[in-house]
């Protein structure tokens, strides 16, 4: 158990860089560069205002400096990477399958919460998740199921289980991708952003086939039911309001990945 609380202590941290990821990516910024400011006055964040967690609530969530407020989003991240960080070692145990779950985590937090606050899906997580799902395929064999009968020539797990990524990564985002298309063509507008379509890709390179179409499938429900919802709860106009579709996909991928880890990942 020990090795689940450092995993989540290693999960405060990499989320105090996630928020960082969240508020300058889709602004085109530097993530390195520079150190840590407040967005109201842009004073730099002294080290001892920047500790995962504690800082927010010795600051009472607001900024030393001009006493603004500063979002929940910051804790949650945090809170929220070191909950997925603890629960993929508890499960796996302290491995590369864990390895790859907190990785995969990680990605999609970040564009959870990118897409719920600016509606942008920053290429990084997305192409850059992809090709990384696709390595560590190779790395971290996972569930490779159909390709033993269709492929039986093919003996090497680890060449099935970069197959099986790829075709999940191409067959899901060009299903996604031709479901917006036609969707533009009857209704002449758009539906559907094309950063949903790079974000599936990357799912399916984790997650594979079954696991990314079980993905599109819950997230779709959860889009449908609480975006509905939420749009009759604020009255927003259900014509020109823009559902963070991005963010149910990340929902339902971090909910049927941990569902399905023992399975997924051998």
Request: a neutral charge; charged letters at 15%.
């Amino acid at each position: 158990m020990i090795e689940a609380w450092l995993a989540a202590l290693a999960g405060l941290l990499i989320g105090s860089f996630l928020n960082v990821c969240i508020y300058r990516l889709p602004r085109d910024l530097s993530v390195v560069s520079p150190r840590s400011f407040c967005p109201e006055c842009d004073h730099g964040i002294a080290w001892y205002d920047n500790i995962p967690l504690l800082s927010y609530a010795f600051l009472r969530g607001h900024c030393r400096h001009c006493h603004v407020q500063i979002p929940l989003r910051y804790p949650l991240v945090e809170l929220l990477t070191a909950a997925c960080f603890f629960a993929a070692v508890a499960i796996a145990g302290m491995n590369g399958a864990a390895v790859k779950q907190c990785i995969f985590a990680a990605l999609i937090i970040g564009l959870m919460f990118a897409d719920l606050e600016e509606r942008i899906l920053p290429d990084e997580f997305t192409i850059g998740g992809t090709v990384l799902g696709l390595v560590l395929a190779a790395i971290v064999p996972a569930h490779i199921g159909m390709w033993r009968f269709l492929l039986p020539s093919i003996t090497n797990a680890r060449e099935l289980s970069v197959l099986e990524a790829g075709f999940a990564a191409f067959f899901s985002s060009g299903t996604l991708w031709l479901v917006g298309f036609l969707y533009q063509r009857l209704r002449h507008k758009e539906g559907l952003g094309f950063g949903d379509v790079k974000m599936i890709a990357m799912i399916g390179a984790f997650l594979g086939l079954e696991g990314v179409l079980m993905t599109l499938m819950l997230g779709s429900v959860l889009g449908a039911v609480v975006g509905l919802a939420y749009i009759l709860i604020t009255r927003k106009n259900a014509a020109t309001y823009e559902l963070p579709f991005g963010a149910f996909l990340g929902l339902a991928a971090l909910v049927i990945s941990f569902w399905t880890e023992r399975t997924f990942f051998v």
